[in-house]
């Protein structure tokens, strides 16, 4: 397994639209096994491959205390949503930023497992906000694009301010 690097905000490739996997083969659970690790590293509870800077639909999340409840997404496709729910969300790819994002409340959501196996997951809190944060990384979306264009530049500046105080 390897630690992989997490993209930053607004590195474009961010804005890239991932493919959907053909065969989940080991090529495919290595990229997971080294998201995986790169996820609890950092720490976070969820990673999208966009974030790594790799094109294919694929997702991590574990919003367990324990950090022992890994879920892998392959190809997911949201098949029913419902209800309406505001949270405070942050990302990996956007650090030390956290703002309020509505998003539905429930949804269910298909996909492939690390074994290539098909499973249906309905989700609702913490899961359901974070299974369409992922979601929208592998549609080439970054949460802050939620927030109005003078928070989303505040939020450059910030950003970039960052990098070079640590340069
Ligand atoms: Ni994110």
Redesign the pocket.
Known sequence: MAKLSILRYPDPRLYTVAKPVETVDDRIRKLVADMAETMYAAPGI???AT?VDTHLQVVVIDTSEEHNDLRVFINPVIVSADGMAIHE??????PGIYDKVTRAERVTVQALDADGKSFTLEAEGLMAVCVQ??M??LLGK??VQYLSTLKQSRIKNKLKKRVLETM
């Open positions: 969820g990673l999208a974030q969300e942050g990302c990996l790819s956007v944060h992922e929208d990384h970054v949460f």
